[in-house]
């Protein structure tokens, strides 16, 4: 079973604070993403990556960056926290389609800025 | 880029229903449709998908339907049980850089009653 951890499942931070969210992968999958997930607006692409040091902006990448060192690892950066960040952040990895493109999810990270 | 319309957002239906959850497309480029079913708490799992040269495809008591021309798709659940409550998300995904890259629709709250 492909499994997705990430490495907290509650976090509550003071704004300004810097936050790192960690995802690790053990599939050897080449994508790997960020989801925001709020309440009535379903699940929002933050960042993605194909590849190692590689990554693509999403669609509400404001406030957030990341870093993809290791082919299993992907991070999730906000350089100085804020209210409007608290959410569920879900990581999900990939393989590239040869008849697959389904995602695999973490658990979550309930992330609580006050 | 894509725009993932998802209706009703909250469905309930006596045990032994069929339930309906619609969704719309903008992009004509989308070519792989995937459903996935989120139980309270846990994380999003995929339950069926469909590609853009498909028009149907099922799976005991679960139906996917594709209407590409008119950029729409359905996920369709017979005999509807209490297991099946949950928070269903359906999403188009175009292919960029060899992967598929999903947009989600906002999800659909069906509560089976017993």
């Known amino acids: 079973d492909v499994k997705v951890t990430q490495s907290s499942r509650y976090l509550v931070k003071r704004t300004g604070e810097k936050v790192f969210l960690e995802c690790v992968q053990d599939?050897?999958?080449?994508?790997m993403f960020w989801y925001r997930q709020d309440p009535g607006l379903g699940l929002r692409l933050i960042y993605f990556?194909?590849?190692?040091?590689?990554?693509e902006k999403g669609d509400i990448p404001e406030g957030y960056s990341v870093s993809r060192e290791k082919k299993e690892r992907f991070s999730l950066i906000l350089e100085s926290a804020s209210t409007n960040q608290t959410s569920m952040y879900l990581c999900?990895?990939?393989?590239?389609?040869?008849?697959?493109?389904?995602?695999?999810f973490g658990e979550g990270s309930r992330l609580t800025v006050l | 880029g894509e725009n993932v319309e998802q209706h009703p957002s909250t469905l309930s239906v006596q045990e032994g229903d069929s339930a309906v959850i619609k969704c719309t497309y903008s992009?004509?480029?989308?070519?792989?449709f995937p459903w996935y079913k989120q139980e309270l708490g846990k994380r999003p799992q995929l339950i069926i998908d469909?590609?853009?040269?498909?028009g149907e495809k099922k799976d005991q008591r679960i139906a996917v339907t594709l209407n590409k021309t008119a950029k729409h798709f359905s996920l369709h659940i017979t005999e509807t049980q209490p297991e099946d409550s949950a928070v269903y998300f359906c999403?188009?995904?175009?292919?960029?850089?060899?992967?598929?890259?999903?947009?989600f629709g906002r999800g659909t709250s069906l509560i089976v009653h017993p």
């Open positions: 999900a990895s990939s393989s590239p389609p040869a008849g697959a493109g389904e995602l695999f």
């Open positions: 599939m050897d999958h080449e994508n």
């Open positions: 990556s194909y590849d190692v040091k590689m990554k």
């Open positions: 992009d004509s480029a989308s070519n792989y």
């Open positions: 469909i590609r853009s040269n498909v």
């Open positions: 999403a188009a995904s175009i292919t960029s850089g060899g992967s598929y890259i999903p947009t």
